[in-house]
RNA sequence: GGGCCCGUAGCUCAGUGGUAGAGCAUCUGACUUUUAAUCAGAGGGUCACUGGUUCGAUCCCAGUCGGGCUCACCA
């Protein structure tokens, strides 16, 4: 489909961060003459997909999505998953640890799958988990297994050129190691035909011409190994470089970790007869008290838990925003994240410069296609604070408060809204519910209830709330809650409803409190009152 | 030590080369028997510091200080 022109010449100009780095891959091909653009994502088989995975294939895409408006040629995204790294330590999520004890230091694809399952593998089975995690999120991908192209060979003749190439690249090597690797240190690793491991063992020969390199094996025999067809893989960073090479690499980006070893990567790259690929180097998330993100720490959010609180599109807005700033990931930034989505959203029919909408992240979020918006402008914050208030774990009972005051709102006509509905609702049952304090009722106070439960009682079900209110307020009209109103009469102080609040709800405000009664129900709130005055609601003290 | 990022209102953060913004918090007032799913308004910032470019800098450049992260043979 073609480019309309004067999108392509806005993506030219726009300062958003897909475009600038879009810009940077049509440098490149300006400058090659090639007729593709290959973008590569790279994935550690050895552990589940999560977050972070989520936002380099996100990040990556929106790349991709800007470089289509500004260039005709075809793109490619490739997964590509290391499966056949060694599994060097027993992961801790699986059932059984020592059933995998003989299997340490062997190819993630030779390694049975703890999880049954049908997989052939460990390392498929991991893969499949990928797949199935990126496919949740239709994106559009290649997926590409170590295993399978070294196997058939896509490596070989590159394989071959890092054995021409072998001094050169230990010259690159050597330097960045310390003085007792420098000693063993070999870019390939062999995988041992007798055990099956793979060994990181000192190379005694290698012989570009046939082939091979000679080398000791786990019981002390010398051997020579043809490096092709997986019989050999490459260490981690000449496997970098060998890859972007062997495929034709165009664009990569990685966290900050690699960021030091990305020269090196490339000049691997590089002696094997390829330019290095563009790069962007995003910065890795924090936790709430700045500390960093690992798996192995559990600290921060999984997406999990981001997506049982809010939805794809709140989490790809957060992946959009500012991927050189190191920000923090945990639950307080759902919230904000949704809203602001709403907002770009909402703004972005209404944007009619092109380069305004190119800076619009629904722009990037939807690759040039966001949804309209829905109509009524209830936010994410309003429906957490509704769900605290009306003290429901009920849909129906939120959109009966909603529809109080926005008739025309249904669930129907607002799935997204209602999406949103359940999102606070959960939010309530797990973060606001567990921090409720139910204070026990004084003597006093629990007179005043039990009349007050008396009094419900003399009200049919289905009452209005405005009767039931006037009901709260004869009720409240007592010692210690009367106050003189301006006109003389007397009124029911706030510190009754206060009272009410913290007793029944656990909560310091709650909504008006006859429409609460209207909605819970007079016999639900009859049996809530008998039992804050029984103490059951503060439990045991 | 190398690299990257940050330093804007009490807090969390937006923001643009042309006398500073939001949310929350605080305070004041309004909603006809006053509870906060409401509304109106107020206070509060030498936009870290010092130079430079410019008619003009919070924004660009250089440096300083402060804070954070990352890399040292794990991929």
Redesign the pocket.
Known sequence: MPVDPALRAAALESKAWPFEEARKLLARVKRTGQKQVLFETGY?P?GLPHIGTFGEVARTTMVRRAFALMSDLPTRLLCFS?DM?GM?KIPENVPDRKFLEPYLQMPLTRVPNPFGGGYESFGHHNNAMLRRFLDTFNFDYEFASATDYYAAGRFDDVLIRALEKYDDIMAVMLP???????AT?SPFLPISPTSGRVL?VPMKAVNPKQGTITFADEDGTDITLDVRGGRTKL???P?FGMRWAALGVDFEMFG??????APIYDRICEILGAPAPEHY?Y??F?DEN???ISKSKGNGLTIDEWLTYADTNSLALFMY??P?????LYF?VIPRNVDEYSQFLGAYPKQFELKDRLMNPVWHIHGGHPPAPESGNVTF??LL??AT??NTEDKAVMWA??R???PDLTPESHPRLDALVGFAIRYFQDFVKPGKKYRLPTTDEAVALRDLAAALGELPEGSTPEAI??KV??VGRRDPYT?T?K?G??????TW??M??QVLLGEE????????VALYGIANTRGLIDKAVRGELAGPV
Do not use: C, I
């Open positions: 550690g050895s290391d790294d060097r960045t190691l310390g003085e007792e690797r420098q240190y990181y260490q981690w960073k496997d900050k970790d690699h960021q030091t070893n180097v910065e890795l924090l700045g500390q960093k925003s500012k050189r700033e190191a920000k923090k307080d914050a309003l604070n509704l208030v009306a408060f909603l109080r005051y926005m209110q006037l307020y004869d106050v109103q006109d009469s007397l009124g029911v102080a706030q409803f206060n009410l609040y405000r709650g909504p008006r409190f006859g429409s609460f």
